[in-house]
Protein backbone atom coordinates (compact mmCIF):
# COMPACT_ATOMS: atom_id res chain seq x y z
CA UNK A 1 0.00 0.00 0.00
CA UNK A 2 1.48 3.46 -1.32
CA UNK A 3 1.88 6.16 1.21
CA UNK A 4 -1.04 7.78 -0.39
CA UNK A 5 -3.29 5.42 -0.24
CA UNK A 6 -2.70 4.98 3.96
CA UNK A 7 -3.08 8.91 3.63
CA UNK A 8 -6.43 8.86 1.78
CA UNK A 9 -9.20 9.78 4.35
CA UNK A 10 -12.39 7.47 4.55
CA UNK A 11 -15.88 8.83 5.03
CA UNK A 12 -16.24 10.99 7.91
CA UNK A 13 -19.59 10.99 10.42
CA UNK A 14 -20.79 14.70 11.44
CA UNK A 15 -23.47 14.93 13.72
CA UNK A 16 -25.88 17.80 12.86
CA UNK A 17 -28.25 18.52 15.61
CA UNK A 18 -30.80 17.78 17.81
CA UNK A 19 -29.38 21.44 18.65
CA UNK A 20 -28.36 23.60 16.04
CA UNK A 21 -28.23 27.00 15.62
CA UNK A 22 -30.31 26.99 12.51
CA UNK A 23 -32.84 24.33 14.17
CA UNK A 24 -35.81 25.37 16.38
CA UNK A 25 -36.84 21.74 17.04
CA UNK A 26 -34.83 18.85 18.28
CA UNK A 27 -33.88 16.78 14.82
CA UNK A 28 -30.36 14.70 14.51
CA UNK A 29 -28.54 13.79 11.38
CA UNK A 30 -25.65 11.62 11.22
CA UNK A 31 -24.19 13.19 8.07
CA UNK A 32 -21.64 10.45 6.55
CA UNK A 33 -19.62 13.02 4.27
CA UNK A 34 -16.94 12.38 1.85
CA UNK A 35 -14.37 15.91 2.17
CA UNK A 36 -17.80 18.39 2.07
CA UNK A 37 -20.26 16.44 0.28
CA UNK A 38 -23.09 14.58 2.41
CA UNK A 39 -22.63 10.51 0.97
CA UNK A 40 -25.52 9.24 3.21
CA UNK A 41 -28.00 10.84 5.97
CA UNK A 42 -28.65 8.94 9.36
CA UNK A 43 -32.10 10.32 10.90
CA UNK A 44 -32.84 10.13 14.29
CA UNK A 45 -35.95 11.19 16.13
CA UNK A 46 -37.97 10.80 19.23
CA UNK A 47 -35.85 13.60 21.58
CA UNK A 48 -39.76 14.69 23.00
CA UNK A 49 -41.99 11.83 21.72
CA UNK A 50 -44.89 13.25 24.49
CA UNK A 51 -47.31 10.27 23.76
CA UNK A 52 -50.24 12.38 23.17
CA UNK A 53 -52.03 9.47 21.33
CA UNK A 54 -52.46 7.53 24.21
CA UNK A 55 -53.95 9.97 25.70
CA UNK A 56 -57.00 9.49 24.21
CA UNK A 57 -58.10 6.56 26.26
CA UNK A 58 -57.55 8.75 29.32
CA UNK A 59 -60.28 11.75 28.27
CA UNK A 60 -63.46 12.55 27.48
CA UNK A 61 -64.21 12.55 23.67
CA UNK A 62 -65.07 15.71 23.37
CA UNK A 63 -62.61 16.87 25.52
CA UNK A 64 -60.03 15.26 24.01
CA UNK A 65 -59.93 17.88 21.04
CA UNK A 66 -58.03 20.30 23.33
CA UNK A 67 -55.28 17.67 23.35
CA UNK A 68 -54.99 17.58 19.68
CA UNK A 69 -54.98 21.14 19.27
CA UNK A 70 -51.49 21.16 21.23
CA UNK A 71 -49.81 18.66 18.86
CA UNK A 72 -48.39 21.27 17.38
CA UNK A 73 -48.28 25.32 17.85
CA UNK A 74 -48.36 26.17 14.52
CA UNK A 75 -51.26 23.96 12.63
CA UNK A 76 -52.63 24.02 16.28
CA UNK A 77 -56.39 24.50 14.65
CA UNK A 78 -55.99 21.97 11.66
CA UNK A 79 -55.07 19.32 14.66
CA UNK A 80 -57.99 20.27 16.33
CA UNK A 81 -60.37 20.31 12.87
CA UNK A 82 -58.81 17.17 11.70
CA UNK A 83 -59.87 15.05 14.99
CA UNK A 84 -63.52 17.05 14.96
CA UNK A 85 -63.96 15.89 11.35
CA UNK A 86 -62.73 12.23 12.33
CA UNK A 87 -65.15 12.06 15.33
CA UNK A 88 -68.05 13.64 13.40
CA UNK A 89 -67.37 11.20 10.56
CA UNK A 90 -67.72 8.55 13.43
CA UNK A 91 -70.68 10.10 14.91
CA UNK A 92 -72.20 10.78 11.38
CA UNK A 93 -72.96 14.75 12.31
CA UNK A 94 -72.85 17.00 9.60
CA UNK A 95 -71.39 20.75 10.48
CA UNK A 96 -73.30 23.76 9.71
CA UNK A 97 -72.66 25.83 7.05
CA UNK A 98 -71.33 29.03 8.78
CA UNK A 99 -69.05 26.52 11.36
CA UNK A 100 -67.52 24.90 7.82
CA UNK A 101 -67.20 28.41 6.47
CA UNK A 102 -65.25 29.31 9.40
CA UNK A 103 -63.06 26.36 9.93
CA UNK A 104 -62.27 26.99 6.32
CA UNK A 105 -61.12 30.66 6.96
CA UNK A 106 -59.23 29.88 9.98
CA UNK A 107 -57.10 27.03 7.80
CA UNK A 108 -56.12 29.19 5.66
CA UNK A 109 -55.13 31.89 8.02
CA UNK A 110 -53.25 29.00 9.67
CA UNK A 111 -51.32 28.41 6.54
CA UNK A 112 -50.35 32.13 5.85
CA UNK A 113 -49.15 32.48 9.38
CA UNK A 114 -47.40 29.07 9.05
CA UNK A 115 -45.82 29.56 5.68
CA UNK A 116 -44.73 33.62 6.66
CA UNK A 117 -42.94 31.92 9.98
CA UNK A 118 -41.05 29.17 7.88
CA UNK A 119 -40.32 31.87 5.24
CA UNK A 120 -38.41 33.89 8.24
CA UNK A 121 -36.82 30.95 9.50
CA UNK A 122 -35.66 30.05 5.73
CA UNK A 123 -33.83 33.78 5.27
CA UNK A 124 -32.50 32.96 9.31
CA UNK A 125 -30.84 29.59 7.46
CA UNK A 126 -28.96 31.93 4.97
CA UNK A 127 -28.17 34.49 7.32
CA UNK A 128 -30.65 36.92 5.96
CA UNK A 129 -31.71 38.46 8.29
CA UNK A 130 -33.66 41.70 7.17
CA UNK A 131 -35.95 39.04 5.47
CA UNK A 132 -36.16 37.51 8.59
CA UNK A 133 -37.72 40.67 10.03
CA UNK A 134 -39.98 41.81 7.39
CA UNK A 135 -41.80 38.26 6.90
CA UNK A 136 -42.22 38.03 10.80
CA UNK A 137 -43.68 41.20 10.95
CA UNK A 138 -46.17 40.71 8.24
CA UNK A 139 -46.94 37.34 10.29
CA UNK A 140 -47.75 39.89 13.75
CA UNK A 141 -51.06 40.99 11.99
CA UNK A 142 -51.86 37.37 11.00
CA UNK A 143 -51.53 36.46 14.50
CA UNK A 144 -53.42 39.56 15.63
CA UNK A 145 -56.14 38.08 13.24
CA UNK A 146 -56.17 34.57 14.93
CA UNK A 147 -56.87 36.35 18.16
CA UNK A 148 -59.56 38.50 17.18
CA UNK A 149 -61.18 36.11 15.23
CA UNK A 150 -61.01 32.72 17.08
CA UNK A 151 -59.55 34.10 20.66
CA UNK A 152 -55.87 32.36 20.43
CA UNK A 153 -52.72 33.69 18.79
CA UNK A 154 -51.12 29.99 18.44
CA UNK A 155 -53.63 27.73 20.01
CA UNK A 156 -57.18 29.23 18.26
CA UNK A 157 -59.02 26.77 20.56
CA UNK A 158 -61.72 27.72 18.85
CA UNK A 159 -62.19 23.53 17.21
CA UNK A 160 -65.27 21.61 18.41
CA UNK A 161 -66.66 18.42 17.67
CA UNK A 162 -69.90 19.78 15.80
CA UNK A 163 -68.46 22.63 14.65
CA UNK A 164 -66.48 25.60 16.40
CA UNK A 165 -66.72 27.55 19.41
CA UNK A 166 -66.19 31.15 18.15
CA UNK A 167 -68.62 33.06 16.14
CA UNK A 168 -66.94 36.07 14.82
CA UNK A 169 -69.48 38.54 13.36
CA UNK A 170 -68.97 39.42 9.34
CA UNK A 171 -68.06 43.10 10.02
CA UNK A 172 -65.62 41.73 12.23
CA UNK A 173 -64.12 39.18 9.72
CA UNK A 174 -64.58 42.24 6.84
CA UNK A 175 -62.35 44.21 8.96
CA UNK A 176 -59.87 41.21 9.45
CA UNK A 177 -59.37 40.69 5.75
CA UNK A 178 -59.37 44.65 5.17
CA UNK A 179 -56.26 44.47 8.17
CA UNK A 180 -54.34 41.96 5.93
CA UNK A 181 -54.19 43.86 2.72
CA UNK A 182 -50.90 45.37 3.43
CA UNK A 183 -49.93 41.72 4.63
CA UNK A 184 -50.82 40.49 1.08
CA UNK A 185 -49.01 43.31 -0.88
CA UNK A 186 -45.74 42.48 1.57
CA UNK A 187 -46.16 39.19 0.66
CA UNK A 188 -45.73 39.51 -3.14
CA UNK A 189 -43.23 41.86 -2.50
CA UNK A 190 -40.96 39.53 -0.34
CA UNK A 191 -42.10 36.56 -2.46
CA UNK A 192 -40.26 38.90 -5.29
CA UNK A 193 -37.15 38.96 -3.06
CA UNK A 194 -37.22 35.06 -2.54
CA UNK A 195 -37.13 35.08 -6.52
CA UNK A 196 -34.84 37.77 -7.51
CA UNK A 197 -32.08 38.56 -4.97
CA UNK A 198 -29.01 37.26 -6.02
CA UNK A 199 -28.18 35.53 -2.26
CA UNK A 200 -31.76 33.89 -2.03
CA UNK A 201 -31.28 32.33 -5.85
CA UNK A 202 -27.55 31.33 -4.86
CA UNK A 203 -28.06 29.24 -1.93
CA UNK A 204 -31.69 27.52 -3.11
CA UNK A 205 -31.38 27.15 -6.66
CA UNK A 206 -30.13 23.95 -7.83
CA UNK A 207 -29.93 22.63 -4.12
CA UNK A 208 -31.10 19.47 -2.33
CA UNK A 209 -33.37 18.62 -5.76
CA UNK A 210 -35.68 15.86 -5.31
CA UNK A 211 -36.94 14.81 -8.32
CA UNK A 212 -40.75 13.81 -9.28
CA UNK A 213 -40.35 10.64 -9.25
CA UNK A 214 -38.51 10.40 -5.65
CA UNK A 215 -40.49 12.39 -3.95
CA UNK A 216 -43.86 10.28 -4.93
CA UNK A 217 -42.22 6.87 -4.23
CA UNK A 218 -40.66 8.11 -0.69
CA UNK A 219 -43.98 9.35 0.26
CA UNK A 220 -43.68 13.51 0.44
CA UNK A 221 -46.20 15.13 0.94
CA UNK A 222 -47.53 19.07 0.68
CA UNK A 223 -45.11 21.68 -0.57
CA UNK A 224 -42.13 19.12 -0.68
CA UNK A 225 -43.95 17.06 -3.02
CA UNK A 226 -45.93 19.92 -5.02
CA UNK A 227 -42.10 21.79 -5.60
CA UNK A 228 -41.23 18.32 -7.37
CA UNK A 229 -43.59 18.95 -9.85
CA UNK A 230 -46.68 16.30 -8.31
CA UNK A 231 -50.38 18.26 -8.11
CA UNK A 232 -51.80 16.74 -4.91
CA UNK A 233 -53.69 18.82 -2.57
CA UNK A 234 -56.16 17.10 0.01
CA UNK A 235 -58.33 20.37 0.01
CA UNK A 236 -59.34 19.11 -3.45
CA UNK A 237 -61.12 16.05 -1.19
CA UNK A 238 -63.68 19.24 -0.92
CA UNK A 239 -63.95 19.04 3.09
CA UNK A 240 -65.16 22.12 5.09
CA UNK A 241 -66.01 24.79 2.61
CA UNK A 242 -63.13 23.85 -0.20
CA UNK A 243 -66.00 22.64 -2.54
CA UNK A 244 -67.58 26.12 -2.42
CA UNK A 245 -64.45 28.00 -3.14
CA UNK A 246 -62.33 28.55 -6.45
CA UNK A 247 -58.22 28.10 -5.59
CA UNK A 248 -55.45 27.07 -7.30
CA UNK A 249 -52.87 24.03 -6.60
CA UNK A 250 -49.90 25.21 -6.51
CA UNK A 251 -46.90 23.51 -8.41
CA UNK A 252 -43.03 24.27 -9.31
CA UNK A 253 -40.98 21.20 -11.05
CA UNK A 254 -37.43 21.97 -10.25
CA UNK A 255 -37.51 20.04 -6.89
CA UNK A 256 -35.44 22.44 -5.39
CA UNK A 257 -35.22 24.36 -2.33
CA UNK A 258 -35.94 26.96 -4.75
CA UNK A 259 -39.11 25.66 -5.95
CA UNK A 260 -39.95 24.46 -2.14
CA UNK A 261 -39.89 28.41 -1.43
CA UNK A 262 -41.76 29.87 -4.26
CA UNK A 263 -44.93 27.18 -3.68
CA UNK A 264 -45.09 28.46 -0.48
CA UNK A 265 -44.66 31.75 -1.02
CA UNK A 266 -47.77 31.59 -3.94
CA UNK A 267 -49.82 29.31 -1.58
CA UNK A 268 -50.37 32.65 0.70
CA UNK A 269 -51.85 34.50 -2.52
CA UNK A 270 -53.94 31.68 -2.96
CA UNK A 271 -55.04 31.76 0.87
CA UNK A 272 -55.61 35.15 0.95
CA UNK A 273 -57.99 34.49 -2.44
CA UNK A 274 -60.03 31.98 -0.52
CA UNK A 275 -60.33 33.61 2.93
CA UNK A 276 -61.91 36.61 0.55
CA UNK A 277 -64.46 34.28 -1.15
CA UNK A 278 -64.91 32.85 2.49
CA UNK A 279 -65.47 36.42 3.72
CA UNK A 280 -67.84 37.08 0.75
CA UNK A 281 -70.09 34.55 0.96
CA UNK A 282 -70.06 33.81 4.69
CA UNK A 283 -73.51 32.51 5.62
CA UNK A 284 -75.38 32.88 8.40
CA UNK A 285 -77.01 30.54 11.33
CA UNK A 286 -75.59 28.61 13.74
CA UNK A 287 -71.85 27.72 13.85
CA UNK A 288 -71.99 24.35 15.72
CA UNK A 289 -74.55 21.18 16.67
CA UNK A 290 -75.06 20.33 20.24
CA UNK A 291 -73.05 16.67 20.14
CA UNK A 292 -74.58 14.16 22.86
CA UNK A 293 -73.60 10.72 24.53
CA UNK A 294 -71.29 8.38 23.61
CA UNK A 295 -69.91 7.93 19.82
CA UNK A 296 -70.83 4.29 18.34
CA UNK A 297 -68.40 1.69 18.29
CA UNK A 298 -66.49 2.08 15.19
CA UNK A 299 -63.53 3.97 13.05
CA UNK A 300 -63.02 6.61 11.24
CA UNK A 301 -60.59 7.98 8.85
CA UNK A 302 -59.83 11.45 7.65
CA UNK A 303 -57.23 13.62 5.86
CA UNK A 304 -56.60 17.13 5.54
CA UNK A 305 -53.88 19.66 3.95
CA UNK A 306 -51.89 21.25 6.95
CA UNK A 307 -49.57 23.78 5.82
CA UNK A 308 -46.57 21.41 5.45
CA UNK A 309 -48.77 18.78 3.60
CA UNK A 310 -51.11 15.45 4.37
CA UNK A 311 -52.17 15.04 7.65
CA UNK A 312 -54.01 11.57 8.69
CA UNK A 313 -56.36 11.33 11.89
CA UNK A 314 -58.00 8.42 12.29
CA UNK A 315 -60.53 7.11 15.81
CA UNK A 316 -61.74 4.11 16.81
CA UNK A 317 -64.37 4.03 19.15
CA UNK A 318 -65.55 0.96 21.70
CA UNK A 319 -69.04 2.85 22.18
CA UNK A 320 -67.57 4.71 25.92
CA UNK A 321 -67.28 8.27 26.44
CA UNK A 322 -62.49 7.55 26.01
CA UNK A 323 -61.91 6.76 22.80
CA UNK A 324 -60.03 3.66 22.16
CA UNK A 325 -57.47 5.12 19.77
CA UNK A 326 -56.32 7.96 17.78
CA UNK A 327 -53.76 8.49 15.28
CA UNK A 328 -52.23 10.94 13.82
CA UNK A 329 -49.75 11.04 10.99
CA UNK A 330 -48.12 14.45 10.25
CA UNK A 331 -46.79 15.71 7.95
CA UNK A 332 -43.14 16.34 8.50
CA UNK A 333 -42.90 12.01 9.97
CA UNK A 334 -44.18 11.47 5.74
CA UNK A 335 -41.57 14.08 4.55
CA UNK A 336 -38.46 12.60 6.40
CA UNK A 337 -37.53 9.93 3.87
CA UNK A 338 -37.56 12.46 1.28
CA UNK A 339 -35.98 14.68 3.16
CA UNK A 340 -33.01 12.09 3.44
CA UNK A 341 -32.98 11.99 -0.28
CA UNK A 342 -33.01 15.77 -0.48
CA UNK A 343 -29.49 16.03 1.82
CA UNK A 344 -27.74 13.05 -0.11
CA UNK A 345 -25.33 14.41 -2.36
CA UNK A 346 -25.57 18.09 -1.41
CA UNK A 347 -22.53 20.01 0.03
CA UNK A 348 -22.48 20.14 3.91
CA UNK A 349 -22.90 24.26 3.23
CA UNK A 350 -25.78 23.56 1.99
CA UNK A 351 -27.72 20.80 4.74
CA UNK A 352 -29.40 23.68 7.10
CA UNK A 353 -31.17 25.27 4.01
CA UNK A 354 -31.83 21.97 2.37
CA UNK A 355 -33.73 21.10 5.91
CA UNK A 356 -35.47 24.63 6.43
CA UNK A 357 -37.21 24.48 3.58
CA UNK A 358 -38.90 21.11 4.05
CA UNK A 359 -40.14 23.17 7.34
CA UNK A 360 -39.41 20.17 9.07
CA UNK A 361 -42.31 20.43 12.81
CA UNK A 362 -40.49 18.01 14.95
CA UNK A 363 -43.68 18.99 17.55
CA UNK A 364 -46.27 17.57 15.08
CA UNK A 365 -43.56 14.28 14.61
CA UNK A 366 -43.32 13.58 18.23
CA UNK A 367 -47.40 14.17 18.92
CA UNK B 1 -61.87 20.84 -9.22
CA UNK B 2 -63.42 18.34 -6.12
CA UNK B 3 -62.60 14.29 -5.80
CA UNK B 4 -64.70 12.60 -4.56
CA UNK B 5 -62.51 10.32 -1.69
CA UNK B 6 -63.00 6.94 -2.13
CA UNK B 7 -61.96 4.55 1.30
CA UNK B 8 -61.50 0.89 1.13
CA UNK B 9 -60.70 -1.77 3.58
CA UNK B 10 -59.42 -5.09 2.63
CA UNK B 11 -58.72 -7.60 5.35
CA UNK B 12 -55.64 -9.71 4.12
CA UNK B 13 -53.19 -12.31 6.30
CA UNK B 14 -49.57 -11.34 7.22
CA UNK B 15 -48.79 -14.21 4.29
CA UNK B 16 -50.73 -11.70 1.67
CA UNK B 17 -49.25 -8.56 2.69
CA UNK B 18 -45.86 -8.66 0.64
CA UNK B 19 -47.35 -9.84 -2.83
CA UNK B 20 -50.23 -7.60 -2.23
CA UNK B 21 -48.05 -4.39 -1.47
CA UNK B 22 -46.06 -5.47 -4.56
CA UNK B 23 -49.45 -5.12 -6.88
CA UNK B 24 -50.29 -2.16 -4.97
CA UNK B 25 -46.81 -0.72 -6.09
CA UNK B 26 -46.83 -1.64 -9.82
CA UNK B 27 -50.42 0.39 -9.67
CA UNK B 28 -49.10 3.27 -8.73
CA UNK B 29 -50.36 3.66 -5.19
CA UNK B 30 -47.90 5.65 -2.76
CA UNK B 31 -47.62 4.66 1.49
CA UNK B 32 -49.66 6.65 2.94
CA UNK B 33 -49.23 5.01 6.90
CA UNK B 34 -48.93 2.32 9.14
CA UNK B 35 -51.57 2.34 12.06
CA UNK B 36 -51.02 -0.01 14.95
CA UNK B 37 -54.20 -0.72 17.30
CA UNK B 38 -53.49 -3.12 20.25
CA UNK B 39 -55.84 -5.35 21.74
CA UNK B 40 -55.19 -8.07 24.73
CA UNK B 41 -54.70 -10.61 22.38
CA UNK B 42 -53.17 -9.55 19.51
CA UNK B 43 -52.10 -5.91 17.66
CA UNK B 44 -54.10 -5.36 14.51
CA UNK B 45 -51.92 -3.43 11.85
CA UNK B 46 -53.49 -1.44 9.05
CA UNK B 47 -51.27 -0.43 6.10
CA UNK B 48 -52.48 2.95 4.10
CA UNK B 49 -51.94 3.73 0.46
CA UNK B 50 -52.94 6.24 -1.64
CA UNK B 51 -53.68 6.76 -5.48
CA UNK B 52 -54.99 10.43 -6.23
CA UNK B 53 -57.74 10.90 -3.56
CA UNK B 54 -58.26 7.00 -3.55
CA UNK B 55 -57.39 5.49 -0.36
CA UNK B 56 -56.77 1.94 0.34
CA UNK B 57 -56.18 -0.19 3.67
CA UNK B 58 -55.04 -3.16 4.17
CA UNK B 59 -55.24 -5.13 7.39
CA UNK B 60 -54.49 -8.14 9.89
CA UNK B 61 -54.01 -9.04 13.15
CA UNK B 62 -50.46 -10.61 15.21
CA UNK B 63 -50.09 -12.41 17.77
CA UNK B 64 -47.27 -11.67 20.36
CA UNK B 65 -45.16 -14.38 18.91
CA UNK B 66 -45.99 -13.49 14.82
CA UNK B 67 -43.48 -11.84 12.94
CA UNK B 68 -44.25 -9.40 9.77
CA UNK B 69 -42.33 -9.05 7.14
CA UNK B 70 -41.14 -5.52 6.50
CA UNK B 71 -42.30 -3.69 3.56
CA UNK B 72 -39.18 -1.50 3.30
CA UNK B 73 -37.90 -3.50 0.12
CA UNK B 74 -41.16 -2.46 -1.95
CA UNK B 75 -42.23 0.80 -0.44
CA UNK B 76 -38.35 2.22 1.78
CA UNK B 77 -40.52 5.04 3.12
CA UNK B 78 -42.38 2.75 5.55
CA UNK B 79 -39.35 2.26 7.66
CA UNK B 80 -39.97 5.38 10.02
CA UNK B 81 -43.68 3.69 10.46
CA UNK B 82 -42.08 -0.03 11.35
CA UNK B 83 -39.58 1.46 13.51
CA UNK B 84 -42.55 2.85 15.35
CA UNK B 85 -44.27 0.67 15.78
CA UNK B 86 -41.79 -1.87 16.98
CA UNK B 87 -40.43 0.62 19.79
CA UNK B 88 -44.16 1.40 20.92
CA UNK B 89 -46.38 -1.86 20.42
CA UNK B 90 -43.63 -4.47 20.21
CA UNK B 91 -44.38 -6.05 17.15
CA UNK B 92 -41.83 -7.94 15.62
CA UNK B 93 -41.25 -6.76 12.37
CA UNK B 94 -38.07 -8.63 9.93
CA UNK B 95 -35.51 -6.81 7.73
CA UNK B 96 -36.29 -3.01 8.28
CA UNK B 97 -34.31 -1.38 5.59
CA UNK B 98 -33.13 1.48 7.62
CA UNK B 99 -33.45 -0.19 11.50
CA UNK B 100 -32.67 1.63 14.61
CA UNK B 101 -32.99 -1.51 16.60
CA UNK B 102 -35.90 0.00 19.18
CA UNK B 103 -34.15 3.20 19.76
CA UNK B 104 -36.85 5.55 17.98
CA UNK B 105 -37.88 6.72 20.63
CA UNK B 106 -37.14 7.60 24.02
CA UNK B 107 -39.33 6.05 25.99
CA UNK B 108 -39.74 4.84 29.63
CA UNK B 109 -40.54 1.00 29.59
CA UNK B 110 -40.37 -1.88 26.78
CA UNK B 111 -43.97 -1.36 24.09
CA UNK B 112 -45.81 1.10 26.40
CA UNK B 113 -48.65 1.64 23.60
CA UNK B 114 -48.52 -2.44 23.67
CA UNK B 115 -52.32 -4.40 25.59
CA UNK B 116 -51.42 -7.42 24.23
CA UNK B 117 -51.29 -9.95 27.25
CA UNK B 118 -51.91 -13.20 25.50
CA UNK B 119 -48.67 -14.35 24.80
CA UNK B 120 -46.91 -17.72 23.48
CA UNK B 121 -48.47 -19.17 20.51
CA UNK B 122 -48.68 -17.80 17.38
CA UNK B 123 -52.79 -16.67 17.52
CA UNK B 124 -55.49 -17.15 14.88
CA UNK B 125 -57.11 -13.94 15.04
CA UNK B 126 -60.25 -13.35 13.75
CA UNK B 127 -60.97 -10.25 11.78
CA UNK B 128 -61.85 -7.03 13.57
CA UNK B 129 -65.26 -6.78 13.16
CA UNK B 130 -65.71 -3.14 13.92
CA UNK B 131 -65.48 -1.26 10.57
CA UNK B 132 -68.61 0.41 10.59
CA UNK B 133 -67.63 3.80 10.47
CA UNK B 134 -65.33 3.72 7.39
CA UNK B 135 -66.61 4.92 4.37
CA UNK B 136 -66.31 2.10 1.50
Redesign the interface.
Known sequence: MSAHEKAAPGPTVIPFGPQHPVLPEPLHFDLVLQDEKVIDA?P????I?R?L??LVDKRDYLDYVHVAERICGICSFMHGMGYCEAVE??LGITVPDRGRWLRTFWCELERVHSHLLWLGLGADSLGFENLFMAAWRARETVVDVAEETAGGRVIFGSALVGGVSKDPSDETLKRCIAAMKPVRAETLRLANVVMNESTVRHRFEGVGVLSKEMA????AVGPMLRASGVD?DVR???YAA??EVDFETVTETAGDCMARALVRVREIEQSFHIMDQIVATMPSGPVAVPVKGMP??????V?LEQPRG?V?Y?V???GTRNL??F?V?TPT??N???MVEAVRGASLADVPNIILTIDPCISCTER | ?????I?TLEEITVGDLIPKVHALKAEGW????V?A?SGPEANELTY?FGL??Q?K?LRFRVGSEQTVPSITPV???A??YENEIRDLFGVKIERIA?D?LG?????KGDK??SKVTVTGACVECPPST??????S
Open positions: IQIGYHGELTLYALGYRRGYAPVGEAWRELYRSNERRRFAVPA | MIVREQRIIQLVSGMFLYVAYLVWKVYDVPFIIQGTK
